[in-house]
């Protein structure tokens, strides 16, 4: 057995048993998120601190008690999560700040976060014995979902927007999944794949929708207290779109408050893009997210791109409950922190992996961060998921590559104008 107590719903409250619901609180439909809410004695009995000392798992399974799945259901073979978490005191230096750590979920198996709820799906689609497993995406959860389907041999349909970058879209077309580019949004792809998985009676891992993805990406937060021997930083940055990151990485902070794991609370930054600023905008002006209507999104960011962040709930509370912040950071400025972010740490992001990066430099300059306090950026895409984003931040920063004959005299004269004279 697992240790789900019930499902909560946010908006009212109810609780439900797991078998009764699959996915929100059927009085509010897909508004209706829900909780995942454990027996924590339970959990306690079977995970500990200790226990996780001795456990050689490394991957988002080494937590499974913690997890909604049953102690002997089949995992997917690949390696999900456990990823590095750098100190980068060079970027530390330049920002003067003490300690800054920059974790890497582009090292996930289909390189981006979103492998931590996509194996969650997976295993609960099967758990359905469901035929088919279905998302929307802006094109990382559905690269990692048909990645992952392609591990187990599960069939899979995808729903993407038609202008969702080449290297995702080959992705899933390598992984086999089948492929539906929406003429439409994000937005519009997310009401299709509802409809269909309706229709269908297709397992649906839509972010904001599916409760149990909020449990997969909890794991980042659970491994960033773990990695840092149980002293929880004092504030992590993570870029926001729909919300189940930042909302994820709450949900484990207080699984490890609630264990005892860790004793304080860091504060979640959310980082937005000025052009898909649904959340920050609402936190700033104090306005209720059920009612916000949605707005026109528009970034370079694509994975951040949300007109109505289907995770609005849980995101607002992440930075509400834990004393955070919303900040907005522009196209340019994410894409500067591209490069920025790999000279500085050799971690290289895709646009919206940067932009957390990118919130960190202007949480500094506002004097948000003091010197002391101990930071987590959290990169949660590769940057060779969208290289025509790296090129134009590489453009920002004024890097060129240099033209050479094939010959040493050529590179001489190449080496004395780029390093210096006579070189
Ligand atoms: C999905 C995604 C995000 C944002 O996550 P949300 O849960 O939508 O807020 C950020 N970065 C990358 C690379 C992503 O794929």
């Known amino acids: 057995m697992n240790h789900i107590l019930h499902l909560r719903s946010l908006i009212s409250g109810q609780t439900f048993r797991p078998d009764e619901v699959d996915y929100v609180d059927p009085a509010y439909g897909p508004d209706g998120v829900l909780d995942v809410v454990y027996d924590y004695d339970a959990v306690g009995h079977d995970i500990s601190r200790e226990s ?24 997917p073979p690949l390696q999900i999560g456990w990823t590095p978490l750098y100190a980068t005191p060079r970027l530390a230096a330049d920002l003067g700040l003490r300690r800054l750590w920059v974790k890497d979920d582009g090292r996930n198996p289909t390189a981006s976060f979103k492998d931590r709820a996509s194996a969650i799906a ?5 758990e359905r014995g469901a035929e088919i497993i279905t998302t929307a995406s802006t094109g990382n959860a559905a ?80 491994e960033i207290c773990e990695q840092l021997n149980w002293d929880a930083p004092d504030r992590i940055f993570v870029s926001v779109g729909d919300g189940c990151i930042i909302g994820g990485l709450h949900k484990g902070l207080k699984d490890m408050m609630a264990l005892g794991w860790i004793e304080k609370m860091p504060r979640l930054m959310g980082v937005q893009a000025a052009g898909s600023n649904y959340l920050a905008e609402a936190w700033e002006r ?22 109505l962040p289907r995770d609005r709930l849980k995101a607002m509370a992440a930075v509400k409950e834990t004393g955070g912040a919303y900040i907005t950071v522009s196209d340019d400025e994410i894409l500067a922190a591209i490069p920025a972010l790999a000279r500085g740490s ?26 002391d306090e101990r930071v987590v950026v959290l990169n949660t895409g590769s940057g060779l998921k969208d290289v025509a984003g790296a090129m134009k931040g590489v453009e920002l920063a004024g890097t060129q590559p ?10 001489r004269r190449v080496m004395g104008m780029v390093w210096r004279p006579g070189f």
């Not at 937005?187 to 229709?199: I, N, S, T, V």
């Not at 240099?402 to 590179?411: F, I, T």
């Open 52 to 75: 996780l000392r001795r456990n050689g798992d490394t991957s988002i399974w080494r937590y499974k008690p913690l997890l909604p799945v049953e102690p002997d259901a089949e995992v």
């Open 402 to 411: 240099h033209r050479v004959d094939a010959n040493l005299d050529d590179l």
């Open 122 to 126: 997976v295993v609960k689609g099967r």
């Open 286 to 307: 104090n306005e209720d997210v059920l009612t916000k209507p949605p707005i026109d999104a528009q970034t370079v960011a694509d994975s951040i791109s949300a007109g």
């Open 346 to 371: 050799g971690v290289f992001a895709e646009p919206a992996g940067a932009a957390a990066y990118a919130g960190l430099i202007k949480a500094v300059d506002r004097g948000m961060v003091s010197a």
């Open 143 to 222: 690269a990692a979902l048909s990645g992952i389907c392609a591990s187990m041999g599960q069939a899979n349909v995808i729903f993407v927007p038609e202008k969702a970058p080449q290297a995702k879209v080959a992705q899933l077309l390598a992984y086999g999944a089948t492929v539906m580019l929406v003429r439409g949004s994000y937005d519009d792809a997310f009401e299709l794949c509802l409809q269909a998985a309706d229709a269908y009676g297709w397992y649906n891992r839509n972010t904001g929708f599916n409760p149990y993805m909020t449990e997969g990406k909890k794991t980042a937060s659970l």
